[in-house]
């Protein structure tokens, strides 16, 4: 099928400058939590590090993951259709996983912003990878804009989310605990 591979090739921009930028974030996250983790270590770390601070990695690394997917040479879109619907229902069990991390967690008392970029906006994007693989057949043009605004979703949940916890903890670690995470 050229079309599919047509399809994909006029992608190949987009995916290279949000492939990058999602490795790029993930390596400044692993520099981040380095000097974060030399301040003492807060009740409840470990639970509240699974609800809030992995799951930015996993959208990062899913959005890296995705574009390399996507700027693969394949022959028809049916093969990365297939992997782009089974990163997207991966990423819903995930999405279901860290909303009971969320909960179960006692280190911090999530807010409406945080269920929203931790829980709901996570849930839509891979929602809308898995939607995105299936209309593919038959609507490939405007699956792979679902994918490509998925994508975009995951990268700025990303950031949002790496930026409310360095500031969540630069304000905490500073002393000023009455001050909002973001």
């Known amino acids: 099928m050229v079309h599919g591979m047509t399809a994909l090739a006029g ?3 987009f995916y290279m400058i949000v492939g990058s930028s999602a490795g790029a974030l993930i390596g400044l996250q692993f520099v981040v939590l380095s000097l974060i983790t030399r301040g003492p270590a807060a ?3 470990a639970e509240a590090g699974g609800a809030f ?3 930015t990695i996993v959208h990062f690394a899913a959005v890296l993951g995705l574009s390399g997917i996507l700027s693969a040479p394949w022959n028809g879109i049916g093969a990365a ?3 782009w619907g089974l990163a997207g229902l991966g990423g819903v069990a995930y999405a ?3 909303t009971r991390r969320m909960r179960a967690q006692t280190a911090y008392r999530p807010e409406f912003e945080d269920w929203l970029f931790h829980a709901v906006l996570p849930l839509a994007a ?3 990878l898995a939607a995105s693989a299936y209309a593919a057949r038959s609507h490939l043009r405007e699956a792979l804009f ?3 605004a998925a994508v975009l979703l995951l990268l700025f949940v990303g950031i949002h989310n790496a ?3 360095v500031t969540y903890h630069v304000f905490v670690g500073t002393g000023d605990e009455g001050r909002h995470r973001g």
Do not use: S
């Open 96 to 98: 279901v996983v860290v």
């Open 81 to 83: 259709a297939v992997l």
């Open 53 to 55: 601070a992995t799951p």
């Open 11 to 13: 992608w190949q921009n």
């Open 126 to 128: 891979y929602l809308t």
């Open 163 to 165: 930026w409310d916890a």
């Open 43 to 45: 009740r409840g770390g």
């Open 146 to 148: 679902g994918v490509g």
